[in-house]
T-cell receptor
Framework: QLQLQESGPGLVKPSETLSLSCTVSGGSISDSAYFWGWIRQPPGKGLEWIGSINYGRTTYYNPSLNGRVTLSVDTSKNEFSLRLSSVIATDTAVYYCARHRSLYDWFDPWGQGILGTVSS | QSVLTQPPSVSAAPGQKVTISCSGSSSNIGNKYISWYQQLPGTVPKLLIYENNKRPSGIPDRFSGSKSGTSATLGITGLQTGDEAEYYC???????????FGGGTKLTVL
């Protein structure tokens, strides 16, 4: 059974970089049939896609994040990572990682989520 | 404001049927698969419907999906109190070049 688990610092200061990782277990991140994505949810609000990456390091990002996002993948550790730079208070959200069937298709399963708080 | 438009809330009595709409355009729903997610209070979103009308293993057939033109609909029959949740639609938008989600619909089972 495929499982994903986010990890990383829960608190980051304004203007700094939020760095999170997602460890995949029960399956291989090198499976060419899938991308691996990040989605966030500000407190009390809806879902926002951040970006997706595949094992070949092809990446797609949400244009509304204005180039602040960098995704990477480490096949040796079976994990992928998110870096969000120049964070501001409105970047405070629960960050989920999820397997992405393809760019045009579904997310499943999702990790448990990790709260990323931007505060001085 | 979301690219995909969902009603903020719907409600119905236990045992009844409810539908949740998701309205988009030719750059998203009109030409791409739609998926639906259920987020029970305090939990992680879960895939409910994929590729417009398919159910993942373990999802009861009380849940159904359909698509017509630039709109999609999630149907839930035999409502249970355990169905109270936020429901989101999602798809790819070719104009924006990214995944878009609806704003979410809160289902209340009265």
């Amino acid at each position: 059974q495929l499982q994903l688990q986010e990890s990383g610092p829960g608190l980051v200061k304004p203007s700094e970089t939020l760095s999170l990782s997602c460890t995949v277990s029960g399956g291989s991140i090198s499976d060419s049939a899938y991308f691996w994505g990040w989605i966030r949810q500000p407190p009390g609000k809806g879902l926002e896609w951040i970006g997706s990456i595949n094992y070949g390091r092809t990446t797609y990002y949400n244009p509304s994040l204005n180039g602040r996002v960098t995704l990477s993948v480490d096949t040796s550790k079976n994990e992928f990572s998110l870096r969000l730079s120049s964070v501001i208070a409105t970047d405070t959200a629960v960050y989920y990682c999820a397997r992405h069937r393809s760019l045009y298709d579904w997310f499943d399963p999702w990790g448990q989520g990790i709260l990323g708080t931007v505060s001085s | 404001q979301s690219v995909l438009t969902q009603p903020p809330s719907v409600s119905a009595a236990p045992g009844q049927k409810v539908t949740i709409s998701c309205s988009g355009s030719s750059s998203n729903i009109g030409n791409k698969y739609i998926s639906w997610y259920q987020q029970l209070p305090g939990t992680v979103p879960k895939l409910l419907i994929y590729e417009n009308n398919k159910r993942p293993s373990g999802i009861p057939d009380r849940f159904s999906g359909s698509k017509s033109g630039t709109s999609a609909t999630l149907g839930i029959t035999g409502l249970q109190t355990g169905d109270e949740a936020e429901y989101y639609c999602g798809t790819w938008d070719t104009s924006l070049g990214g995944v878009v989600f609806g704003g979410g619909t809160k289902l209340t089972v009265l």
